[in-house]
């Protein structure tokens, strides 16, 4: 297996510009968790979803975040618009017995 | 509130068994304890978790007290590439899994 996938690894952009970062969870799995690491805050919760349902988002920071789960395969979280302390990696991970697996993450930086 | 307490940093030398502590004090009785690790910044490693019993696997041995408010993780043979950040982390079985801090383990030569 692949692991989970994220895309873009890197991403450079504007303030006040949509960021939509994607994410490939582990084929079989049906928890997916997105997490934002930041020097300041550590490893911070955003959302979780089961069978693709949101379960947990009271870790999203505010309206500007979203994130769907459209199938069991694919995940977004979107910012609109950026702003410069958004610049983090942006991680997710999937499972299925409890044991997290984590994609080598999205580092973005709001300029 | 933090479930969890442990170092903010420890050093170990190359070769020698690393112990990492971890207080639990507040642990519920469904609650596992869960070791993740992260080197550099690559995402987070799952290391190893339990409930009661005393747990190994091929990459550590997880120690829970019996009244299981605090347990140690043991990495028997420390190299230097087990330098990372050690998150201690108590959940219950599938549900949402929150990092604090972590333990910074240097492995010296």
């Known amino acids: 297996d692949a692991g989970v996938i994220q895309s873009p690894r890197h991403e450079v952009t504007e303030m006040g510009q949509e960021v939509t970062l994607r994410c490939k969870p582990i084929s079989g799995h049906d928890y997916l968790f997105w997490y934002r690491q930041t020097m300041m805050r550590g490893l911070e919760l955003l959302i979780y979803f089961n069978n693709n349902v949101p379960i947990d988002d009271s870790g999203m920071p505010e309206d500007r975040f979203s994130a769907k789960m459209p199938n069991a395969s694919f995940s977004t979280l979107k910012i609109q618009p950026s702003e410069p302390r958004d610049s983090a990696v942006y991680f997710c991970a999937s499972s299925v017995s409890g044991e997290l697996f984590f994609g080598e993450g999205s580092r973005l930086t709001v300029l | 509130d933090a479930k969890t307490t442990q170092p903010p940093s420890m050093d170990c030398a190359e070769g020698r068994a690393a112990n990492l502590p971890c207080n639990h004090s507040?642990?519920?009785?469904?609650?596992?304890v869960y070791w993740y690790r992260q080197i550099h910044s690559q995402g987070p490693q799952y290391i190893i978790h339990g409930l009661k019993n005393n747990e190994t696997n091929e990459m550590a041995s997880l120690i829970i007290t019996e009244d299981r408010k605090s347990s140690t993780l043991i990495l028997p043979h420390a190299t230097l590439r087990d330098t990372a950040v050690y998150y201690c982390i108590v959940r219950v079985y599938n549900n949402d899994m929150r990092f604090g801090a972590g333990t910074r383990l240097t492995v010296k030569p």
């Open positions: 507040t642990i519920s009785g469904n609650e596992y």
